[in-house]
């Protein structure tokens, strides 16, 4: 396999191969074929190697490498920091996968040989080349030297486009292929008919989802950003989450890295050292965090492998930073902590601890029994399924327990509260807050402000608390039970098909009984609120209202 750079990127460079995966003196740029089934399928080679340990010889000076067209490349040699990154890549390797690569001494004995031209042999764009398993040469790769930066803090630093090419043409010698074309028994990516600027169905053809693809780094997208100028940074390092996966179906996963309790830190500063990864985690209880000012997203869920939507993962992510994480398909990050901005977060199928910060953030926590615990700001939470619970800050917040026995305390401010299905508990704080229970045995407590408590469906049970509180009932709505209703200053917002005369201000008194324990209100619906507390029903005549829209 064959890699070519473009004309003077914008971005940085771009690796290029013709339509069948041959080596090619082209651009590459054009491409079609068979469209592969799922987006694993259009990197997959179709062969693999049948030894896990593999061993691998630096070619020295003089020592040669054969295309799979037959042609000789000479070697000039790697230096130290060259086969230090070398290295590395096969560390990133060796994490998410079972094969070990061990340097040997040897031509003859290794599995894989490296060569590196260093005078020019290869033409100024082409990157290099590796033979796929089975294939001409196979095991035998040749990278251009003289087309990256051969000292520290250059392009080949993780993250750089020298680095990223180097785990690229290694993992077409274990046996993947570009998304673009039919190298070996692989399709090509949907959508895409062009291996640059051409980012397949769902953007897929991009290096934040696979290093097989030509386009490096993030290229679409509202949160991040796109590698950094010459390519120096900001591109992908390691196996990505479409490669993770291919990988690991070929030799298996690794289920020995990561295994501890492990925090993943976003970038929040772009230069070298800034990349994108795909986190493979096969343990513990793992946090992706975020500690700065800018806007972020951290989105929990793994990728689906699929043409969708995160089908080659999805991003977390600063932005207008070039770097950040994917969850590779299997893993499982239990939490997240977003920073100082306008963060957006989401959670995945297991129980979430969700905190963010300041700023005025979104949170979806996803199935599972989630813990979503808001900062300062106008915050929007809504826990999804499971039994939930969710911490309001100081702001004016909008908490959505929805699916499940949920759990729901609202911070300081004017909030939005709430239950959903379930037999929900919400506790409001002061301010001026709207309550809404919805379906289920609920337990609300108002508290201290001039709250509006809509218990909905279900049989609830409700503390109106100090204040000039509205209690909305319709007609459905169960049997509730009010503990501390005061006529003088709360409101009894009624539907009124709950009443016999539903225009006659004494019309309350048709549907009321006392009991030694306060009033009950009967209706014909079958519907019963219990007032405790309330001796007289006549003091309910000027306390009660009747409304065709209740909101």
């Not at 251009?144 to 250059?154: F, H, L, S, V």
């Amino acid at each position: 396999m064959s890699e070519f750079r473009a004309e003077k990127p914008v971005v940085a460079v771009a690796y290029a191969t013709d339509a069948s995966g041959h080596a090619d003196s082209g651009d590459g740029s054009e491409t079609s074929g068979r469209v592969a089934e799922t987006p694993t399928a259009a990197i997959d080679w179709g062969d693999t190697l049948s030894d896990t340990e593999i061993s691998v010889y630096f070619a020295q000076n003089r020592d040669y490498v054969v295309s799979d067209s037959g042609t000789v490349y000479y070697s000039e040699g790697w230096n130290a920091y060259e086969v230090q990154q070398v290295t590395r890549a096969f560390r990133l390797i060796e994490a998410v996968t079972k094969v070990t690569f061990t340097q040997v001494d040897s031509f003859f004995s290794a599995d894989f040989v490296l060569g590196l031209d260093a005078d020019e042999q290869m033409a100024p764009h082409r990157l290099g080349f590796f033979n796929p398993p089975y294939y001409p040469g196979h095991g035998r790769g040749m990278f251009n030297g003289a087309a990256w930066d051969r000292e520290p803090g250059g392009d080949l630093e993780i993250g750089g486009v020298g680095f990223a090419t180097i785990v690229h043409e290694l993992l077409h010698g274990l046996g993947l292929a570009h998304p673009h074309d039919e190298g070996g028994s692989s399709g090509v990516l949907s959508g895409v008919s062009n291996a640059f600027g051409d980012y397949g169905d769902f953007d897929l053809n991009q290096g934040v989802f696979t290093v097989m693809s030509y386009n490096e780094g993030l290229n679409t997208g509202t949160i991040g950003r796109g590698p950094g100028a010459d390519g120096l940074w900001g591109v992908e390092a390691g196996p990505m989450a479409l490669d993770i996966a291919v990988l690991q179906a070929a030799y298996g996963a690794n289920m020995t890295h990561a295994t501890g309790d492990d925090t993943y830190d976003l970038p929040g500063l772009n230069g070298t050292g800034t990349y994108w990864v795909s986190i493979w985690d096969a343990g513990g209880y793992d946090t992706i965090r975020y500690g700065g000012v800018f806007d972020c997203v951290i989105d929990l869920r793994p990728a689906k492998l699929d043409y969708s939507i995160g089908g080659g993962g999805f991003l977390s992510a600063a932005d207008g930073i070039a770097g950040g994480f994917t969850i590779a398909n299997g893993v499982t990050i239990e939490r997240a902590i977003s920073g100082r901005g306008n963060d957006r977060v989401i959670g995945n199928d297991a129980d979430n601890l969700i905190v963010t910060r300041a700023g005025h953030d979104t949170v979806s926590g996803g199935a599972g029994d989630d813990v979503v615990r808001s900062g300062g700001g106008n915050d929007l939470l809504r826990g999804q399924d499971g039994n939930d619970l969710l911490l309001g800050g100081e702001g004016d917040d909008q908490l959505f327990g929805q699916d499940g026995n949920d759990r729901i305390k609202a911070g300081t401010g004017d909030d939005l509260a709430t239950g959903g299905a379930g037999d929900d508990l919400i506790i409001a704080h002061a301010g001026s807050d709207q309550i809404i229970a919805g379906a289920g045995n609920d337990i609300i407590r108002a508290n201290a402000g001039d709250d509006l408590v809509n218990p909905g469906t279900g049989d609830d049970t409700v503390q109106l608390g100090a204040g000039s509180d509205r209690f909305v009932f319709r007609s459905g709505d169960g049997s509730d039970v009010i503990q501390d209703f005061d006529p003088t200053c709360d409101r009894l917002i009624l539907d009124p098909h709950l009443l016999p005369n539903p225009t006659d201000p004494r019309g309350i008194l048709d549907v009321a009984f006392q009991t030694s324990s306060g009033v009950q209100l009967k209706f014909d619906s079958g519907d019963m609120i219990q007032l405790l507390g309330v001796m007289n029903s006549h003091d309910l005549i000027s306390a009660f209202h009747v409304a065709d829209h209740l909101g």
